[in-house]
Antibody
Framework: EVQLLESGGGLVQPGGSLGLSCAAS????????MSWVRQAPGKGLEWVSA????????HFADSVRGRFTISRDNSNNTLYLQMSNLRADDTAVYYC??????????????????WGQGTLVTVSS | EIVLTQFPATLSLSPGERATLSCRAS??????LAWYQQKPGQAPRLLIY???YRATGIPARFSGGGSGTDFTLTISNLEPEDFAVYYC??????????FGPGTKVDIK
């Protein structure tokens, strides 16, 4: 069974930094791209960042580029999101999500077939 | 950026009824669209990908259709556990995937 467990959320002041982790199990972690998707309170879903299964290829939403970095440790099956220069509009539940691989889908970058329970990041003074 | 619009915003139905949800893209996304279900306090769950393919473990009462700019998610016979918010997501402009604002299906 695929399991994704996020940690590291909390309250941080505007301009501050915070690091999130996502511990993965139940699948061959390095075979899949992984993403972070966030959801502001009472709002919809927003893709934040993604990283390829092996290597360092990564992508970011315009709203976080230059402030967030994504990384992974395939030996420990863990995904990370380092957030800096945080703003009030970064307040959200942050989900890690596993990419879907399927016969008709050529890459695990595109859709998200397993999600963690989320960790809440609150940016406020 | 491709903007996804979902309608209606809220759909009020009774168990056993058929639900038809719509997602419209501001420009063609081909068949590169997915649907997710989210219940209160829970993470989203993938239902449909590439417009019409059911994800693993998704009941047959969920079906997706459409291409280009207009897509539908149909729930043929609403079960009590189907009352939730549904989001569409396009991947045509990968890596910048985008989600729609959601449709809430609630109990009439």
């Amino acid at each position: 069974e695929v399991q994704l467990l996020e940690s590291g959320g909390g309250l941080v002041q505007p301009g501050g930094s915070l690091g999130l982790s996502c511990a993965a199990s139940g699948f061959t972690f390095s075979d899949y791209a992984m993403s972070w998707v966030r959801q502001a309170p009472g709002k919809g879903l927003e893709w934040v960042s993604a990283i390829r299964g092996r290597g360092s290829g990564s992508h970011f939403a315009d709203s976080v580029r230059g402030r967030f970095t994504i990384s992974r440790d395939n030996s420990n099956n863990t995904l990370y999101l380092q957030m800096s220069n945080l703003r009030a509009d970064d307040t959200a539940v942050y989900y890690c999500a596993k990419g879907l691989l399927a016969p008709t889908v050529s890459s695990s970058w595109y859709y998200f077939d397993s999600w963690g329970q989320g960790t809440l990041v609150t940016v406020s003074s | 950026e491709i903007v996804l619009t979902q309608f209606p915003a809220t759909l009020s139905l009774s168990p056993g009824e058929r639900a038809t949800l719509s997602c419209r893209a501001s420009q063609s996304v081909g068949i590169y669209l997915a649907w997710y279900q989210q219940k209160p306090g829970q993470a989203p769950r993938l239902l449909i990908y590439d417009a019409s393919y059911r994800a693993t473990g998704i009941p047959a009462r969920f079906s997706g259709g459409g291409s280009g700019t207009d897509f539908t998610l149909t729930i043929s016979n609403l079960e009590p556990e189907d009352f939730a918010v549904y989001y569409c997501q396009q991947r045509s402009t990968w890596p910048r995937v985008t989600f729609g604002p959601g449709t809430k299906v609630d109990i009439k």
